[in-house]
């Protein structure tokens, strides 16, 4: 009987860190993607960034679920955790830790929308989504497939 206690209090312990641990997975997750975006934003050294943030909001309240409260902190966070990092490295490999290839190519597909939002592809920008996608394994071909359809305006669920 004693026996059975412990082992369900250890499980139920278990559970909890576990759970604990996927909520901290998802929330470093959601901020290396973001970063990402944020990323895209800044490169172009644009000072108008309004419509190119506008896309990154949809984009994650959509993706994650997220209030706009949420959203606005969760971009805040990416914006100084970028202004930190000195390499993409560390946001890629927790992306590719948990991310298939589906969701990778819609971060890509997101990070082309960004570049889109003003109007224009910057190069630098180009060459970053570039860059962060060789990062994420993202075939060529998809990377382009993911162009094409932000440049033909076809809606994300679409696809």
């Known amino acids: 009987m004693l026996a059975a206690v412990r082992r369900f209090f250890r499980q139920q312990i278990l559970e909890a860190e576990l759970k604990a641990g996927e909520s901290h997975d998802m929330h470093a ?16 050294s644009d000072q108008r960034q309004d419509t190119e943030l506008e896309v990154i909001a949809a984009g994650i309240r959509g993706k994650f679920s ?16 970028a202004d930190q990092s000195v390499s993409y490295y560390g946001f890629t490999t927790l992306i590719n830790e948990h991310f298939h290839a589906e969701q ?53 669920g679409e696809a």
């Open 66 to 81: 997220l209030t706009g409260e949420e959203t606005r902190e969760l971009m805040a966070l990416a914006r100084a955790e």
């Open 29 to 44: 997750l959601q901020l290396a993607a973001t970063a990402l975006l944020m990323e895209v934003a800044r490169v172009d």
């Open 104 to 156: 990778k190519e819609r971060l890509v597909e997101l990070m082309w929308r960004v570049c889109v939002a003003d109007g224009r592809i910057h190069e630098h920008q180009e060459a970053l989504v570039r860059k962060v996608a060789d990062l994420l394994y993202v075939p060529h071909s998809t990377f382009i497939r993911a162009k094409l359809r932000v440049l033909e305006g076809e809606d994300p």
